[in-house]
Protein backbone atom coordinates (compact mmCIF):
# COMPACT_ATOMS: atom_id res chain seq x y z
CA UNK A 1 0.00 0.00 0.00
CA UNK A 2 1.38 3.28 -0.81
CA UNK A 3 1.58 6.06 1.42
CA UNK A 4 -1.41 8.20 -0.51
CA UNK A 5 -3.51 4.92 -0.07
CA UNK A 6 -2.81 4.51 3.33
CA UNK A 7 -3.67 8.19 4.36
CA UNK A 8 -7.40 7.28 2.54
CA UNK A 9 -7.61 4.71 4.62
CA UNK A 10 -6.70 6.25 8.04
CA UNK A 11 -9.24 8.87 6.69
CA UNK A 12 -11.81 6.77 6.01
CA UNK A 13 -11.71 5.04 9.57
CA UNK A 14 -11.00 8.00 11.25
CA UNK A 15 -14.50 9.24 9.49
CA UNK A 16 -15.78 5.46 9.89
CA UNK A 17 -14.97 5.25 13.94
CA UNK A 18 -16.68 9.18 14.63
CA UNK A 19 -19.74 8.39 12.73
CA UNK A 20 -19.66 4.85 14.82
CA UNK A 21 -19.40 6.98 18.21
CA UNK A 22 -22.21 9.72 16.99
CA UNK A 23 -25.48 8.77 16.81
CA UNK A 24 -27.46 9.60 13.27
CA UNK A 25 -30.65 10.67 14.74
CA UNK A 26 -28.38 13.37 16.49
CA UNK A 27 -26.31 14.59 13.21
CA UNK A 28 -27.88 17.70 11.72
CA UNK A 29 -27.09 16.80 8.00
CA UNK A 30 -27.42 13.86 5.48
CA UNK A 31 -24.24 11.77 6.87
CA UNK A 32 -22.53 11.52 3.09
CA UNK A 33 -21.83 15.33 2.51
CA UNK A 34 -21.19 15.83 6.35
CA UNK A 35 -18.56 13.07 6.23
CA UNK A 36 -17.39 14.62 3.21
CA UNK A 37 -16.78 18.17 4.28
CA UNK A 38 -15.68 17.08 7.89
CA UNK A 39 -13.07 14.62 6.65
CA UNK A 40 -12.18 15.49 3.48
CA UNK A 41 -13.20 12.28 1.80
CA UNK A 42 -15.29 11.37 -1.48
CA UNK A 43 -18.13 10.19 -2.35
CA UNK A 44 -17.03 6.60 -2.34
CA UNK A 45 -14.58 7.21 0.84
CA UNK A 46 -17.71 8.40 2.55
CA UNK A 47 -19.98 5.28 1.86
CA UNK A 48 -17.13 3.15 3.01
CA UNK A 49 -16.64 4.91 6.41
CA UNK A 50 -20.64 4.18 6.59
CA UNK A 51 -19.52 0.60 6.17
CA UNK A 52 -16.69 1.29 8.86
CA UNK A 53 -19.30 2.73 11.50
CA UNK A 54 -21.54 -0.05 10.46
CA UNK A 55 -19.26 -3.12 11.34
CA UNK A 56 -17.55 -0.88 14.26
CA UNK A 57 -21.26 -0.83 16.00
CA UNK A 58 -21.95 -4.42 14.89
CA UNK A 59 -18.71 -5.34 16.65
CA UNK A 60 -20.17 -3.27 19.88
CA UNK A 61 -23.30 -4.69 19.72
CA UNK A 62 -21.89 -8.39 20.23
CA UNK A 63 -19.48 -7.96 23.08
CA UNK A 64 -20.73 -9.47 26.47
Known sequence: M???????SAAIDLAG????QNSRDRLSQPVIPMLRQRFGLSV???VEACRVASKA???ARAKP
Open 44 to 46: TEA
Open 2 to 8: TGLDHEH
Open 17 to 20: NWLA
Open 57 to 59: REA
